[in-house]
């Protein structure tokens, strides 16, 4: 019963964060145009971010493994909590940028240090449901944050980031008073650490090649992600706000999926093969996504994609830490840092692709998920005695 309380208590924690992150998603690049950025500067304003969170996440995860997931998670919060506020009162360009570092900086603490607290809580069994649950909060964050700020950028384009760093104080509040420390990880604590360990030191055995996975299932995401809108009006005449719909019902098909189905598909067929669907889904997304002509196919063939790379973090997360010889943290900061780095490099990717042609972002789709299948095969046959 506490396991489940603590679970909730998690699942209501990343909702909220990233309900205030979705936020400021559809304010941010007007908010930036307002104070002179370029595109050129827009960009890196977004991307400036991700590259915090590859290089700090492995950090956190470490830390959290010494320190407790606990304070982490509320380093992470509060570091959000300060960016958004910092967002409000920016006056010039510069101030932006220095809260979106400092933003990525600390609250690359938050991701690796949640799935560390699941990995602590819950059996290997449920494990993959643990980490569906939290893939389902963020999904649902992002469905409900953007739509918010959407509707608060009407009083004023900084109003929103009052309203994110709010419910960061909230969720600061709640960590503080019903959040407790995991019991696994306080015994973890009292076992001695290496002094000198790279933060990389995780990137070895058997999780390797997870990690290399994942990165190319991020990427293949992040260049779907940036350039969607654009192919869907060049092909099927779709505004903004359809596609906005589009993304809904996808996040809503996600969030189901994850928070629901994924407890019984592991326990049923095993990480394994979840993943290696998940990656054959994708791909069929992906291929289905050219034959894209109105609202309706645009909005099923995304959803067909959505449904198969949901399932694929989740199941990677509980594999990764099942597998690990030491603390969760470390493991979990350094798939979050392969995770960033998809989402760094994808963009610009799937940008310069889409202007060779349209098609091309979902053609490298294709191409990126057979690489990552390829991946999970080599590590399946090297590691026979994996479930799965």
Not at 182 to 203: D, G, N, Y
């Amino acid at each position: 019963m506490e396991r489940k309380k603590e679970l909730f208590v998690l699942v209501l924690v990343m909702f909220l964060v990233m309900v205030g992150f979705g936020i400021i998603i559809p304010v941010l690049p007007f908010f930036a145009k307002e104070l002179g950025a370029s595109p050129v500067q827009l960009g890196w304003l977004m991307a400036v971010y991700s590259i915090m969170q590859f290089l700090f996440s492995p950090f956190w995860g470490k830390v959290s493994d010494r320190i407790g997931r606990k304070p982490v998670i509320l380093i992470g919060i509060s570091g959000l909590a300060i960016s958004f506020f910092m967002m409000a009162n920016a006056t010039a360009l510069w101030m932006l940028f220095a809260a979106r570092i400092f933003g990525g900086l600390l609250s690359s603490a938050n991701m690796p240090t949640v799935t560390s607290y699941v990995a602590d809580i819950t059996t290997p069994e449920n494990r993959s449901k643990g980490m569906g649950l939290i893939g389902a909060a963020v999904g649902m964050g992002f469905i409900f944050g953007p739509a918010i700020g959407g509707i608060f950028s009407k009083i004023s384009l900084n109003f929103p980031f009052y309203i994110s760093g709010c419910f960061s104080l909230v969720t600061i509040v709640l960590v503080i008073f019903i959040l407790k420390e995991p019991l696994r990880q306080k015994e973890i604590q009292e076992t001695p650490h290496p002094k000198s360990e790279s933060r990389w030191a995780a990137f070895t055995g058997k999780n390797q090649l997870l990690f290399i996975l994942q990165f190319f299932v991020s990427l293949s995401l992040a260049g779907l992600e940036s350039t969607f809108p654009y192919f869907a009006e060049k092909q099927a005449g779709l505004d903004t706000e359809k596609v906005g719909y589009i993304f809904v019902i996808m996040g809503l098909c996600g969030a189901i999926v994850q928070g629901g189905l994924m407890g019984p598909l592991t326990k049923k067929f095993g990480e394994g093969k979840v993943i290696q669907g998940g990656i054959i889904v994708s791909a069929l997304g992906f291929g289905l996504l050219l034959l894209t002509t109105n609202f309706a196919t645009a909005a099923i063939f995304i959803t067909i994609f959505g449904l198969g790379n949901g399932v694929i973090r989740p199941s990677v997360s509980s594999l990764v830490t099942k597998q690990a010889t030491k603390g969760h943290g470390a493991v979990t900061g350094l798939l979050s840092s392969f995770d960033s780095l998809g989402r760094i490099i994808g963009p610009p990717l799937g940008g310069w692709l889409f202007s060779q042609g349209a098609g091309f972002p979902y053609i490298s789709g294709i191409i990126l998920s057979v690489i990552a299948l390829c991946i999970y095969q080599v590590y399946r046959l090297r590691y026979m005695e994996l479930r799965g």
